[in-house]
Structure formats: structure tokens, C-alpha cells
């Protein structure tokens, strides 16, 4: 890998992290619109949800161009479209990457007129493009070896495309007992990453730990898209906060991988063998991400007996879920509190120019 390419890759692995950081805040900002005497406008929901999609592509995207970049280490041309696009129709990983750069690509376009479409991107469109830099960043990781890597990322897209197909057609119509296939497989894989993560080698990244984040939360959401795309279930949803919760579970899993390749990334880059970031960011980002889900899990049980089991008038229901509107605000803020110290160690172990 050349300096100047180097540098590129640098560059946007920190405006990700930049554009993760401004998400946050804003996220922060926006879930105070739940408690009394707010003033934030309603838009800066659609801003920060806008920051995440933005911020999450661009680390999927520097993702594949630093695997086409190590795929080879004297490239013939200085130009990156034509190296991935040269690598992207021979390297395993990068050819379901950029199948999956493509649904997204055309969802997008889609998205703002269509919640099928949002929900395909989703599922879909991002699990295909960060499932290659999972695989590709457990070899990195751990003792396993590349022909069992790409059997189980072959054989891992097709299971979770098909659960991601099933979870978008759950949201118009009803498939009960195909729901059975989005746990399950989300199991498999997670028990095929358990094998990858459990055999760690010398290297001293946390790159692991954010992976085993990212595959727990992406446990947690299919379990839960399972549960709500019952068509038993699917009356009791309206007005409540369940779906918002398993994008949230879904969203979250793909920057913990981002954040993992940004560890793991920059440690190479670096031609250090260390922490580029500590355990500090990692717990607090992770008490904000599952603490957040449970009071959002909370409050949508409430919305549930309160709206229609007990017909309790809506305006009692928000009175009543101000305690836990508190604490989803503080976990928006363990959030951004995280991130912040991560962006903090980050620049502190920044890739020098001579680097």
C-alpha cells in the first residue's frame, strides 16, 4: 500500500468517525424532544438519522477499499475506483461487498418514498456490505484460516439475505412460521464467529471485542424482528416505539463492526501491535446501546397495555413514561460520551504522514 493510499484510507476512517460524532450529538439532542419543555425542532431526528445512514456508508466504504488495497500490496495503477473495481471481480470478500454496495445504491434512491425499500437497505443492502470486513477482520483477529473464512461468508450471505428478504416482507404480509428462519440464522453465524473470536492470536487491537458486540446485537434484533413481524403481534404495534427499537438493534450492530475496522484499521496503518482505542469507550458505548434498548423496550410495553389493552388516554401514557424518557435521554448521552473518548484516543494515535 502506497503513502498517498495510506493517506486516503486515513482520511476516511476519520471522517467516519467524524460523522458518527456529529451523529451522535444530534441524536442526543433529538431524544430530549421526549421530555417536558423541549424546544429541539422535530427535523433534527431526520438529521441525525440522515448523519448515521451517511456516516455508516462511508465506513462500509472505506472497509472495501482497504481490503482491495491489502488484497494487493503493488498495485498497477494509483487510481482506487479502478483497483477496487479490479479486485472487486476476483476477491471473495469484495464481490458480495459490492453486491451489497449496489442494493444500496439503488434502495437509497428508493428509500425516501418506499419503507420496503428502507427496510431492504437495512437488512439487506449494509449486512451484505459489512459482512465481508466481519470475515475479513476475524482473519486479521484470530488463528482461523482464509479457506474456511470464505466458505463461511458464502455460505453466511445467503442465510442472512434470506432472513433479511423475510424480515422486509414481514412489515406487508404475513409469514408466521418463516419468521423461524431469521433467529436461527443469526444463530448460526453467531456461533461461526464464536469459533473465529474465541481463537485469538497475538494481535492487540479491541477490533474482537466490537465484532462480539456487533454479532450480539444483531442476535438481540432478529430475535425481535422475529417477534414483531407475528401478524398476531403486528396490531399492537402502532403508536409505540418496537420497531424503532430493532433498526436501532440493527444500525448499532454495523458501526460497532465500523468502529472495529476503525481499530483495527488504523493499528495496521500505524504498524503498531496496540490499542488504538481502550476498554473505556467500549463498555460506555455498550451501556448506552443495550441500556438504551431495554428502557426502549420499557416504554413500548407500557405504550402496549396503556394505548390497547387498558384504552388509557395518550397523553396519560406520555406522563407516564417521563422516569423512563430520563433515562433513554442518559443513554443517548453514555452514547455520545463514548464516542467523544473514542474520536479523544483516535487522534492521539493518529496515522502520522511519515507513517
Known amino acids: 500500500m502506497t503513502l498517498p493510499h495510506k493517506r486516503v484510507i486515513y482520511a476516511l476512517f476519520s471522517l467516519t468517525l467524524l460523522l458518527l460524532l456529529v451523529m451522535a450529538a444530534c441524536d442526543l439532542l433529538a431524544s430530549t424532544r ?109 488463528n482461523v484460516q482464509r479457506p474456511w473464512v470464505m466458505r463461511g461468508l458464502r455460505s453466511m450471505s445467503i442465510m442472512l439475505i434470506i432472513a433479511g428478504v423475510v424480515l422486509v416482507l414481514a412489515q406487508v404480509t404475513s409469514l408466521s412460521l418463516l419468521l423461524i428462519w431469521v433467529p436461527m440464522a443469526y444463530g448460526i453465524f453467531a456461533a461461526h464467529s464464536y469459533r473465529a473470536l474465541s481463537d485469538r492470536n497475538p494481535t492487540q487491537t479491541l477490533a474482537a471485542h466490537w465484532l462480539a458486540i456487533g454479532v450480539l446485537l444483531f442476535i438481540l434484533m432478529s430475535v425481535l424482528g422475529s417477534v414483531l413481524g407475528l401478524a398476531s403481534v403486528q396490531p399492537y404495534l402502532v403508536d409505540t416505539f418496537w420497531l424503532g427499537l430493532q433498526s436501532d438493534l440493527a444500525y448499532y450492530a454495523l458501526v460497532a463492526w465500523v468502529l472495529a475496522l476503525l481499530n483495527q484499521g488504523t493499528a495496521e496503518l500505524r504498524q503498531h501491535n496496540r490499542r488504538v482505542t481502550g476498554f473505556v469507550p467500549l463498555w460506555t458505548i455498550s451501556a448506552g446501546i443495550f441500556g438504551g434498548g431495554f428502557v426502549l423496550a420499557l416504554m413500548s410495553i407500557v405504550q402496549i397495555y396503556g394505548l390497547h389493552v387498558f384504552d388509557v388516554p395518550a397523553e396519560t401514557i406520555e406522563q407516564s413514561l417521563l422516569p423512563l424518557a430520563f433515562l433513554w435521554v442518559s443513554s443517548k448521552l453514555l452514547i455520545a460520551i463514548g464516542l467523544g473518548i473514542y474520536g479523544i484516543q483516535f487522534q492521539r494515535r493518529r496515522v502520522m504522514a511519515r507513517e
Open 34 to 142: 421526549m421530555l417536558p419543555g423541549s424546544v429541539v425542532p422535530e427535523p433534527l431526528s431526520l438529521v441525525a438519522t440522515t448523519l448515521r445512514d451517511v456516516g455508516l456508508l462511508l465506513g462500509l466504504l472505506a472497509g472495501g477499499i482497504y481490503i482491495a488495497l491489502n488484497s494487493d500490496p503493488r498495485p498497477p495503477t494509483d487510481n482506487l475506483l479502478k483497483i477496487v473495481w479490479f479486485h472487486s471481480r476476483r476477491d471473495g470478500f469484495l464481490r458480495i461487498w459490492s453486491i451489497g454496495l449496489l442494493l444500496v445504491i439503488g434502495t437509497s434512491l428508493l428509500a425516501w418514498q418506499s419503507s420496503l425499500a428502507w427496510w431492504l437497505r437495512l437488512h439487506v443492502g449494509y449486512v451484505l456490505m459489512a459482512l465481508p470486513i466481519a470475515f475479513w477482520l476475524m482473519l486479521r483477529v484470530s
